[in-house]
């Protein structure tokens, strides 16, 4: 079954050329030239990839990717006519797997769609291993399930909070620095730096320690990184 590819992308003759690029890689593509559509599908239909153009009319590219993340994995490459926006989108801590700056070659993106959604396999599969359960002091992970209790009671996590938390927790004492943790989490090509690991991590302590001032489970080793103590 050929993979499936959604493209948000006001400009219709952008999306085409994307979209015939991505049919001749065997993709099978849907295109969407407006915002709240575009999020509708991305909501609503399984696709293996979405590339996202930031500026779109009704919701942007932002809204739309904070959107997705909120309920998805689907891996996420963001397009923009603007370069200063990288900056931007790093700051945010979006979540967007990959960036990419136009006017691109289309072969270049279909080279990094097909890295992405290899990556994304590789992900699932290895999840799909790890049929356990971590216990350490009140706090269990169902990592099958992607459940998390903290002494009985159930915690929401986003998704990637809960991949940085299962990955500390399942490596327990190690320390890590940030980059390791965010090449471990978001991979190596993705789009992003250390400060996003710095905001997911202040997220998990929010809902699992006491005090965030002394945590006791996700430990900053300052001036490395951090471990997750036992
Ligand atoms: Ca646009």
């Known amino acids: 079954m050929s993979r499936r590819i959604l493209i948000i992308e006001d400009e219709e003759a ?19 030239n407006d915002g709240a559509d575009g999020l509708k599908e ?24 904070k959107r997705v993340r909120e309920v998805k994995d689907t891996p996420i490459i963001l397009v923009s006519a603007k370069k200063d926006d990288i900056d931007k989108i790093r700051g945010l801590g979006l979540g967007a797997d990959d960036y990419m700056t136009k006017p691109f070659s289309p072969s270049e993106l279909v080279a ?37 209790w903290l002494n009985g009671e159930e915690c929401s996590f986003t998704t990637k909070e809960f991949d940085l938390l299962t990955f500390l927790a399942g490596h327990p004492n190690h320390v890590y620095t940030k980059e390791d943790l965010f090449r471990e989490i978001w991979g190596v090509e993705c789009v992003g730096d250390a400060a996003t690991v710095t905001v997911h991590i202040k997220k998990i302590r929010e809902k699992i320690e006491y005090h965030t001032s002394h945590p006791q489970y996700i430990e900053t080793i300052w001036g490395v990184g951090y471990r997750f103590k036992v």
Do not use: W
Request: proline residues 1%.
């Open 14 to 32: 952008i999306a085409d050329l994307e979209r015939d690029y991505l049919e001749l890689s065997g993709f099978s593509v849907k295109t969407s």
């Open 42 to 65: 991305a909501l609503r239909g399984e696709y293996d990839l979405i590339i996202l153009d930031l500026m779109l009319p009704g919701v942007d590219g932002f809204e739309i990717c």
């Open 112 to 148: 990094r769609v097909k890295a992405h959604v290899a990556r994304y396999d590789r992900l699932i599969s290895n999840e799909a291993e790890e049929d356990q359960e971590i216990e350490i002091r009140g706090l269990k992970i169902n990592v099958a399930a992607r459940r998390v």
